[in-house]
């Protein structure tokens, strides 16, 4: 199929206050077939948060993206959408991988009249080329590095793997945001990646989240809730973080406040995930209180 560019709104009529780039994806579930990806569950998140977002993404063209048809989106059209299956019982998850979009580059960014407030690199499968970060010196430059360090095997199955150059891609952004398993809970490699860039955050499933900053670290515990399903969480944590950072310039604030709504998150499933506004704001008169 020859590939062209699109934009699902052609021009945007304000600045781009946060710009996510990955794909979103098609998760099998016994459900049937449901979106999600990082650009879908932190694009929504900052969305909910009160910033006006872009995604620029690559999809099928028969892809159902009515969910997220309140966001700005540029779409690089491809032959397939990438596809996942988990399974996932709140701790432990398996993953599979079926089909994966086209790559994006910097020749697929679009011009804004001004730079985007916040940009978030979330790739899930290996898609995104890092030096992106490189096109936007003035926003505030994030990542969800997990789809660096995945691989498929010859039976689709999801491996990890350390992310290659991973020292010299994190050097040119000013947070990040990855989850303990991404990194098969290894230490030694977390206190590498860590030093690396100004603030780094390491989830912690159901337990928390770790933020270094400034060669310290502190441990920010999750409240117990009645699990439902975690697809997501890490991204609505990670769109909850970046926003809360950029705006107070405290990664203990924001990480304490990412926690509570990534917390809450898992309470529904899927796209119901997304933090409402009550949530939202009890989450700051919490940090407040």
């Known amino acids: 199929m ?20 990955g794909h979103l994806t098609a998760d099998l579930t016994p459900a049937g077939v449901r979106m999600g990806g990082t650009v879908t569950f932190s694009g929504l998140t900052a969305h909910k948060l009160g910033l006006h977002v872009g995604i620029i993404s690559s999809y099928a063209e028969d892809m159902d993206i009515s969910a997220i048809n309140s966001l700005w989106i540029k779409n690089i059209k491809s032959e397939h959408t990438t596809t996942f299956k988990n399974i996932s019982d709140g701790i432990n998850r398996t993953q599979y991988l079926y089909h994966v979009a086209n790559r994006l580059t910097q020749s697929d960014l679009p011009g804004f009249t001004s730079p985007p407030k916040i940009v978030h690199l979330g790739p899930v499968a290996n898609e995104i080329d890092p030096e992106i970060m490189l ?3 003035e926003s505030l430059k994030c990542m969800t590095p997990q789809g660096w360090f995945r691989h498929r095997d010859d039976q689709d199955r999801v491996k990890l793997a350390p992310w290659e150059n991973a020292e010299r891609y994190l050097e040119m952004a000013d947070a990040a945001v990855i989850s303990v398993e991404d990194v098969q809970k290894d230490e030694d490699y977390i206190a590498k990646l860590a030093a690396c860039i100004p603030v780094f955050v390491v989830t912690e499933n159901y337990r928390g989240a770790r933020v270094y900053w400034h060669n310290d670290a502190r441990f920010i515990s999750a409240p117990g809730v009645k699990y439902v399903d975690d697809t997501g969480a890490g991204d609505i944590f990670a769109a909850a973080f970046f926003y809360r950072y950029y705006f107070t310039k405290d990664p203990w604030e924001a990480g304490r406040f990412a926690v509570q709504l990534a917390s809450w998150s898992v309470q529904r499933a899927y796209l119901e995930s997304i933090p409402t506004h009550g949530e939202i704001e009890t989450a700051k008169m919490e940090l407040i209180g």
């Open 135 to 137: 096109a936007y010196p």
């Open 2 to 21: 020859q590939n062209s560019n699109t934009s699902h709104q052609t021009e945007t009529s304000k600045p781009i206050d946060y710009l996510v780039i």
